[in-house]
């Protein structure tokens, strides 16, 4: 009968592995690997913070509001959640960080190794190019 309530609902789709893979995947997508750890360190620091300030707040919110009032205020959090994410939050190919799948740059080197060389290869041309 539980299952009919959705309470488990997170599990069913991965919980807190798929949560942190997707926030270590993206940390690691956007940054360079001079600057990666400081990345992740900054997402775990706000996560460790935000988890610190809710465990603060939460018994003065319940007293404050009730269920109902937990229940609408962790709504509307989602909800800004949500929002900054649609808003704000830019995949690797929208920063530029990411070259196209169907394009990319490639250079011819002499025989001393500096490229002398650079080029535009589509995939149609690479396809073309491998027979």
Known sequence: ???FYLDNW?????SFPMYYMGIYAYGADVSTPEG??????????????????GTVISPYAFEAT?????YIIRVVMVVLALAY???YIKTPEEL???????EKDTSEKNAHG???????????TS?????
Do not use: C, N, P
């Open 10 to 14: 997170h599990a069913y789709m991965g």
């Open 96 to 102: 530029g960080l990411v070259k196209s799948k169907m």
């Open 85 to 87: 994410w649609f808003k």
């Open 1 to 3: 009968m539980e299952f």
């Open 114 to 124: 500096d490229e002398t060389v650079k080029r535009k290869v589509t995939m149609s």
């Open 127 to 131: 396809v073309v190019e491998s027979f």
């Open 36 to 53: 990666r750890a400081q990345r992740l360190a900054r997402y775990d620091g706000v996560e460790m913070i935000g988890f610190l300030v």
């Open 66 to 70: 009730g269920y109902y009032g937990i």
